[in-house]
């Protein structure tokens, strides 16, 4: 049995652990508010605030599969094949990783 399991097995732990996501989720989404404005990943961050709040939440998983819709008509009216979304990823990923490792030798 795991944890959420076990907390959820009452109507007080049930409550507890809603309060719990409810705190958590909202606190990672307004953070990424905040990086929206701010220097940050704000985007990605909100979703993943999102992500946490649709676990226990209905309003919040229908938030999410809307902006899943639109990303995916937005991506749609791009037509850049899969491959080459992809490739750019990759290639964003490869670069961050270079330029951490040569912040971090020339420090």
């Not at 049995?1 to 309060?19: C, P, Q």
């Not at 929206?36 to 919040?60: Q, R």
């Amino acid at each position: 049995m795991n944890l959420r399991t076990f907390i959820k097995r009452s109507k007080a732990g049930n409550l507890v652990w809603r309060i719990f996501i409810g705190v958590m989720g909202g606190t990672v989404t307004v953070l990424g508010a905040i990086a929206l404005v701010a220097p940050g990943p704000g985007v990605l961050i909100l979703l993943a605030g999102l992500g946490i709040l649709a676990t226990e939440f209905a309003w919040a998983s229908r938030a999410m599969n809307k902006t899943k819709s639109m990303a995916q008509t937005a991506a749609d009216k791009v037509g850049i094949p899969t491959w080459v979304k992809y490739l750019i990823f990759a290639g964003a990923a490869v670069f961050s990783i270079l330029v951490i490792i040569y912040y971090h030798m020339n420090k």
